[in-house]
């Protein structure tokens, strides 16, 4: 494992792809405050399905929106990976011992969290070397009730203070709505997909356009490891992610395939 | 390997990330055009550093600008992402046998592959199932010279159309600026992040902001299987990429690492 168990107060960065004012920012705030000094970067606006995406077209710009003893707050035009980028770059005096992102109003379980903005900001922690983990409720209602997931996110929170996370590695965690949960579950990504996608409509000048809707179809409704098992069945899910795509053990397959060697041109 | 030699004329999906007006997107457009019936949905402007975002906010419309056999455009509003979406659900009367994404202008070697809108378009399509490869030239420059990158591209595509993907895996392909290319080598991701990622500036109002930029930094310059060695030495790299980001090695290690037991809740 890696960094693990500080004799300093630990510097936790917190940001979201909900925005700064949501109700989610506010309980992971909650959850992190016992256990270092937290500073806050977060989207000025929702950003929600903004996945990894950084901003190039515009500049970005960051404000303080709140300080008091241990906690400050700051809020940016930028997503949640850019968040995590100025935070690191421009205003942390030190590499932070920790990125938190969420808690995200709604699910990032299965293949969601390729589209998240909550992965997206935890995933640019791991990039840049710092233990990450991601959380999301299962309520999309900007009123959900985060009391349940507060207690949760403390214990894995807690957890990762005391064990630290594998370099390269995030924590994927995805927390069912209510108060009847079962435990924390260890998970794979469930195999799946969205399907019916989109909700089609006529403007007032006659042109077809389209909402981005759908829903989510789970390729593999009885395997029991996964994290889609798990959030049916009541329980927390963490899935361990990795930075790093690639897929090992296609890499000698796909040499073998003779990939490329249709041309004159060397092939390695 | 998955889905190989068809017994029909293959239905190709193109998109890209610089828009529907690049030059790259014309010269993947003029690889694949000999393997089948193209369909072209790009977004109508430039979507780098997108990732694999999805458009939540606002509706999407999705437009034809061109019609000849073998051959329609469109653009859309959307992400790279949602442009494979709109396709996919609006658009095609059956599921194309590839996707391909690019040729972008710019590189989306190691890291980079999470910030990019045209490894996010080549997601897309292998979350549904589709074979698909995203490609990328070392080129920055709108007016990029693609003839080299269309001769490598081409011959990468001719392989995947012969041998197929394995399901789950998409191909991200990045190719060296210029003539003299040495050959085409299968990589892994190489190790690495981005440094010094601001420039920091006052606006005529007086507040600071700040344009993303910076350059990056391999953390194994030495390692001759990374894509990153295989650019820097003027190789042609293919990096197979997983869409299931779970850490399989971990799961155990997390397990036993007890998280989440400090609670008094059943944990499995």
Same mark, same amino acid.
């Given at each position: 494992?890696?960094?693990?168990?500080?004799?300093?107060?630990?510097?936790?960065?917190?940001?979201?792809?909900?925005?700064?004012?949501?109700?989610?920012?506010?309980?992971?705030?909650?959850?992190?405050?016992?256990?270092?000094?937290?500073?806050?970067?977060?989207?000025?606006?929702?950003?929600?399905?903004?996945?990894?995406?950084?901003?190039?077209?515009?500049?970005?710009?960051?404000?303080?929106?709140?300080?008091?003893?241990?906690?400050?707050?700051?809020?940016?035009?930028?997503?949640?990976?850019?968040?995590?980028?100025?935070?690191?770059?421009?205003?942390?005096?030190? &590499?932070?011992?920790?990125?938190?992102?969420?808690?995200?109003?709604?699910?990032?379980?299965? =293949?969601?969290?390729?589209? %998240?903005?909550?992965?997206?900001?935890?995933?640019?922690?791991?990039?840049?070397?710092?233990?990450?983990?991601?959380?999301?409720?299962?309520?999309?209602?900007?009123?959900?009730?985060?009391?349940?997931?507060?207690?949760? %996110?403390?214990?894995?929170?807690? %957890? =990762?203070?005391?064990?630290?996370?594998?370099?390269?590695?995030?924590?994927?965690?995805?927390?069912?709505?209510?108060?009847?949960?079962?435990?924390?579950?260890?998970?794979? &990504?469930?195999?799946?997909?969205?399907?019916?996608?989109?909700?089609?409509?006529?403007?007032?000048?006659?042109?077809?356009?389209?909402?981005?809707?759908?829903?989510?179809?789970?390729?593999?409704?009885?395997?029991?490891?996964?994290?889609?098992?798990?959030?049916?069945?009541?329980?927390?899910?963490?899935?361990?992610?990795?930075?790093?795509?690639?897929?090992?053990?296609?890499?000698?397959?796909?040499?073998? %395939?003779?990939?490329? &060697?249709?041309?004159?041109?060397?092939? =390695?």
């Amino acid at each position: 494992m890696g960094r693990t168990k500080t004799d300093h107060r630990p510097l936790i960065l917190v940001t979201n792809d909900d925005g700064v004012t949501a109700g989610g920012i506010k309980a992971l705030i909650e959850v992190v405050r016992p256990y270092g000094d937290i500073v806050v970067v977060a989207p000025d606006q929702a950003m929600s399905g903004m996945s990894h995406a950084i901003t190039v077209k515009v500049p970005l710009y960051l404000s303080k929106i709140h300080a008091e003893k241990g906690l400050e707050i700051y809020k940016s035009n930028g997503t949640p990976a850019d968040c995590v980028k100025l935070a690191l770059n421009t205003l942390l005096p030190k &590499q932070p011992d920790f990125v938190v992102s969420g808690i995200n109003h709604g699910i990032n379980s299965s =293949v969601s969290m390729h589209y %998240s903005g909550t992965m997206g900001g935890a995933r640019e922690g791991v990039l840049n070397g710092i233990p990450s983990i991601g959380f999301s409720l299962l309520d999309y209602r900007a009123d959900a009730d985060f009391s349940t997931a507060i207690h949760y %996110s403390r214990e894995i929170f807690s %957890s =990762v203070i005391s064990h630290g996370i594998e370099a390269g590695i995030c924590y994927n965690v995805n927390i069912p709505k209510g108060k009847g949960i079962n435990g924390i579950k260890v998970c794979r &990504q469930a195999k799946g997909r969205w399907v019916e996608e989109f909700d089609e409509r006529i403007d007032p000048r006659g042109r077809t356009y389209y909402w981005l809707t759908g829903h989510f179809e789970n390729h593999e409704p009885e395997a029991d490891d996964t994290d889609e098992w798990a959030l049916a069945n009541g329980f927390v899910s963490i899935v361990p992610c990795n930075i790093d795509a690639t897929h090992f053990s296609g890499i000698q397959k796909l040499r073998e %395939s003779g990939i490329g &060697q249709v041309s004159s041109h060397n092939i =390695v």
